[in-house]
């Protein structure tokens, strides 16, 4: 009941919803338990005392009763369904705002597919219960008193009978819960690793062609989909065990029923027409018992799923703003790390081992080092992606924690090694950041990163719609349109994330070129594996295994023998000298 506890302030706010929807269950099950005592009174009152000119009142009475139970059942089933999807409505809302919210960390460790089947699959089984399984749990419990008592009033001993093959009922429903929740839990979980493979697949269908791994990937599906199959069929065994014991205890107790019955009639203890309203009244009793377990399996499946929601909903925002956070118009942009170290999960290696650095507003800072030296880390400390493990990053005087994370993320402008574009024109794919922006801005954004003159040979121009992950488009074109997209922002810090990796060496010049008038007065963080990128840097950063190892203009550093030295030997000189003379 904990996860429905916790669920509460999504169901709350529309339980009146429900409680009409109750109302008129009280209806329904009213009207049910009126049937048999019609049954009896027709059989005793006046089949066998031949009263034949009641039986139109009798026809007239039974059709209102089916008219008003029919209109009943139309609410009931409106209202119910109302409050299910109200509550999920906002409970689908809730989980995409917290997966806005949640930090980079989470992401490192979700899956996407796993992600999408709980937004999905998960939501939905929880709606279902809300809509059908809590009505048709008071329902039965209505049915079960209303159909206690009705049995009560015709025969004390026989409904004594009937009530003595309850625990053995009890008992089976209670052991098929037990068996029945895990496995549930486990289907939902099986079903999101299915997703996560069809989603990956998806994702990377051209690396899968491209190494021809498709047959792997079907052998990987099939993997999937079988453990998938087994979880089903193991549930369905639970089902398949559990009912027909269920329906064998129930027709026992109609067997000794229907002995019993018949002695006391023939005894005169009871009217023929009680009997046959037993009949019915025995399996009103039973049915709602074995049907627990449907209701049961169903709350176990919401339950299941509420769960997995409140993994989501629960989850650690490491992340956020601090209570007095200050309210400033821009940052200046200047960048102060003092003493960083950085650790992404505890059992991991430093990424950043004790950095500090200052970079003066204006300047540019080029960070250069092996791949895995931790560039990319630095960077993304800035923006508070991450959160270092010691040490303090400032901007502007204050530490980054004191800004609103709004704040901070629309001064800096990133442009990420690989550039995600959405599935729409290019002019929002430019404007992303800032969506208010005149069309002149976006065209001036595009044209400093040398990517108007494509843009305007598209056959829409501005207009084009972009496939899915910026498809239609070489990688280089894709880098011109994120790099646009961070100088739209106007933002006072730029990190450009090796985003000239993917374009030819004239672009890149005509890019660098434009870059130098963007970047007057902004902060700028070059990332690049080319020298030539970052040697107009006012300072560049070596890093090796996350220390900074060589810090100094690019005239100062290729005096200095070290990696930057090796590395301009190796892609301005005789590259096949350089390696000979390392390797002898
Ligand atoms: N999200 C993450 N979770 C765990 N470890 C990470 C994560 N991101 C990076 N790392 C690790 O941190 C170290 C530094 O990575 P980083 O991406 O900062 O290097 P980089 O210098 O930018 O490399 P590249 O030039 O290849 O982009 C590496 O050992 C990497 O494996």
Same mark, same amino acid.
């Not at 005793?44 to 059942?73: H, R, T």
């Not at 509550?87 to 997966?99: A, D, G, M, P, Q």
């Given at each position: 009941?904990?996860?429905?506890? &916790?669920?509460? /302030? ?13 109302? =008129? ?25 031949? +009263? ?26 409106? $209202? ?5 999807? +109200? ?11 917290? $997966? ?10 979700? &899956? ?73 839990? &486990? ?75 018949? !002695? $006391?009639?023939? *005894? ?13 009244? !025995? ?5 709602? #018992? ?37 309210? !400033? ?7 102060? =790390? ?13 990424? $950043?081992?004790? !950095?500090?650095?200052?970079? /003066? ?23 508070? =992606? ?39 024109? @290019? ?8 969506? %208010? ?17 494509? @843009? ?12 899915? *992950? ?17 100088? /739209?922002?106007?933002?006072? #810090? ?9 374009? %030819? ?34 300072? @560049? ?25 090796? #590395?301009?030997? #190796? +892609?301005?000189?005789? +590259? &096949? ?8």
């Amino acid at each position: 009941m904990d996860t429905f506890k &916790k669920l509460k /302030c999504f169901y709350l706010p529309y339980k009146k919803y429900f409680l009409w929807s109750l109302f =008129f269950v009280l209806f329904i099950t009213t009207i049910t338990v009126i049937y048999p005592i019609v049954l009896q009174l027709t059989i005793d009152e006046i089949v066998l005392k031949e +009263q034949y000119e009641y039986i139109p009142w009798i026809v007239a009475g039974f059709l209102s009763l089916m008219a008003i139970k029919g209109v009943s059942a139309f609410f009931h089933q409106y $209202l119910g369904d109302m409050f299910g999807i +109200q509550s999920v409505y906002r409970l689908r809302n809730e989980l995409y705002e917290k $997966l806005q919210r949640l930090p980079f960390m989470y992401y490192d460790n979700a &899956k996407t597919g796993d992600l999408m089947s709980r937004l999905t699959a998960d939501v939905e089984g929880f709606r279902f219960f809300l809509s059908f399984g809590f009505s048709e749990l008071v329902r039965f419990l209505l049915l079960i008193c209303g159909t206690l008592t009705v049995m009560f009033i015709y025969s004390v001993p026989l409904t004594l009978v009937t009530i003595a093959a309850l625990p053995f009922l009890a008992i089976a429903v209670y052991q098929f819960d037990k068996r029945v929740h895990p496995a549930f839990r &486990k289907i939902r979980e099986s079903f999101g690793k299915l997703n996560t493979n069809v989603q990956e697949n998806i994702s990377g269908i051209q690396t899968v062609k491209a190494l021809s791994r498709e047959n792997f990937e079907i052998s990987k599906f099939n993997d999937a989909n079988g453990h998938y199959k087994e979880k089903n069929l193991s549930t369905s065994l639970v089902w398949a065990k559990y009912f027909p014991l269920m329906e064998l205890i129930g027709n026992i107790c109609v067997v000794a029923l229907l002995a019993y019955g018949s !002695v $006391l009639v023939m *005894r005169g203890g009871l009217q023929p027409g009680e009997l046959v309203a037993f009949f019915s009244l !025995v399996w009103y009793l039973m049915m709602p #018992i074995m049907h627990l377990g449907f209701v049961i399996n169903l709350f176990s499946q919401s339950k299941a799923s509420g769960e997995r929601l409140l993994e989501i909903l629960e989850a650690d925002e490491t992340i956020r703003n601090k209570e007095n956070t200050v309210t !400033v118009p821009a940052l200046e942009g200047h960048v102060s =790390f003092k003493n960083v170290s950085l650790r992404y999960q505890k059992e991991d290696a430093l990424a $950043l081992n004790n !950095v500090s650095f200052t970079a /003066c507003s204006g300047k540019t800072i080029g960070l250069i080092g092996a791949t895995g030296s931790g560039k990319t880390s630095l960077t993304q400390l800035m923006t508070r =992606f991450y959160t270092p493990t010691t040490g303090e990053i400032f901007i502007d005087g204050r530490d980054i924690t004191d800004y609103p994370l709004k704040t901070l993320r629309s001064n800096v402008g990133v442009v990420l090694q690989e550039s995600f574009l959405f599935s729409s024109t @290019i002019r929002a794919n430019i404007s992303y950041g800032r969506p %208010d922006s005149t069309m002149e801005t976006i065209i001036d954004a595009a044209k400093r990163a040398q990517a108007h003159e494509f @843009i305007m040979e598209l056959p829409d121009g501005y207009d084009t719609m972009l496939g899915e *992950r910026g498809m239609g488009l070489s990688g280089g074109q894709k880098q011109r349109i994120a790099i646009a997209r961070a100088i /739209c922002m106007n933002p006072s #810090i730029l990190i450009l994330d090796d985003s000239t990796s993917a374009v %030819d060496m004239t672009t890149e010049f005509n890019i660098q070129k434009e870059l130098k008038e963007v970047m007057k007065g902004r902060t700028t963080f070059i990332i690049a594996h080319r020298i030539s990128s970052l040697k107009h840097a006012d300072e @560049i950063l070596v890093l090796e295994n996350g220390s900074i190892v060589e810090r100094g203009t690019h005239d100062e550093l290729v005096t200095k023998q070290g990696y930057y030295k090796r #590395i301009f030997d #190796i +892609q301005y000189k005789d +590259q &096949k000298a350089v390696l000979q003379s390392t390797v002898g």
